[in-house]
Antibody, heavy 117, light 110 residues
Framework: QVQLVESGGGVVQPGRSLRLSCAAS????????MHWVRQAPGKGLEWVAL????????YYTDSVKGRFTISRDNSKNTLYLQMNSLRAEDTALYYC??????????WGQGTLVTVSS | QTVVTQEPSFSVSPGGTVTLTCGLS?????????PTWYQQTPGQAPRTLIY???TRSSGVPDRFSGSILGNKAALTITGAQADDESDYYC??????????FGGGTKLTVL
């Protein structure tokens, strides 16, 4: 059974950094692309970033380009999101999700990031 | 920038059929966008219902179905039940490693 468990969220001041992690189990992690998707309080879902199964390619939504970095460690079955220069508008529940084919299919439960002074 | 459009809200009677749609602000949705549908209830992570246009995710009852209707992707719920009352989101693969979610449809069953 696919399991994705996010961690690393918390309260952080504007301009500071935070690193999220997502521990994967129940599937061969190194065979699948992985995403980060976020949801601001009371709002809809927003795709954030994708990393290919082997880490060779990475893509980002425009609003986080240059500030966020997606990465993975296939030896540890773990996905990361390094978030720098955080802004109030980055406040959201951050989900990691598995790519199956060309669809986002499996989701974790999310970790909450609050950017506030 | 392309916007993915969904009805903000919809209502259906118990036992009824409802079709939610997912379109583009410019252009038509086709299978090459790999439309995917999600159900989300308050406080819960999204649940994948349909992916790649019409493939039901594991454990999803067959009263949920996906298709392309005209120039939009569609999610049809037949025999609506009270616990189908949720927010429904679609996502489209725009190519070049980019995905976009629609704004969601709040479905009321009454």
């Amino acid at each position: 059974q696919v399991q994705l468990v996010e961690s690393g969220g918390g309260v952080v001041q504007p301009g500071r950094s935070l690193r999220l992690s997502c521990a994967a189990s129940g599937f061969t992690f190194s065979n699948f692309g992985m995403h980060w998707v976020r949801q601001a309080p009371g709002k809809g879902l927003e795709w954030v970033a994708l990393i290919y199964y082997d880490g060779s390619k990475k893509y980002y939504t425009d609003s986080v380009k240059g500030r966020f970095t997606i990465s993975r460690d296939n030896s540890k079955n773990t996905l990361y999101l390094q978030m720098n220069s955080l802004r109030a508008e980055d406040t959201a529940l951050y989900y990691c999700a598995r790519l199956v084919g060309w669809s986002i299919v499996d989701w974790g439960q999310g970790t909450l990031v609050t950017v506030s002074s | 920038q392309t916007v993915v459009t969904q009805e903000p809200s919809f209502s259906v009677s118990p036992g009824g059929t409802v079709t939610l749609t997912c379109g583009l602000s410019s252009g038509s949705v086709s299978a090459t966008y790999y439309p995917t549908w999600y159900q989300q209830t308050p406080g819960q992570a999204p649940r994948t219902l349909i992916y790649s246009t019409n493939t039901r995710s594991s454990g999803v009852p067959d009263r949920f179905s996906g298709s392309i209707l005209g120039n939009k992707a569609a999610l049809t719920i037949t025999g609506a039940q009270a616990d189908d009352e949720s927010d429904y989101y679609c996502a489209l693969y725009m190519g070049s490693g980019i995905w976009v979610f629609g704004g969601g449809t709040k479905l009321t069953v009454l």
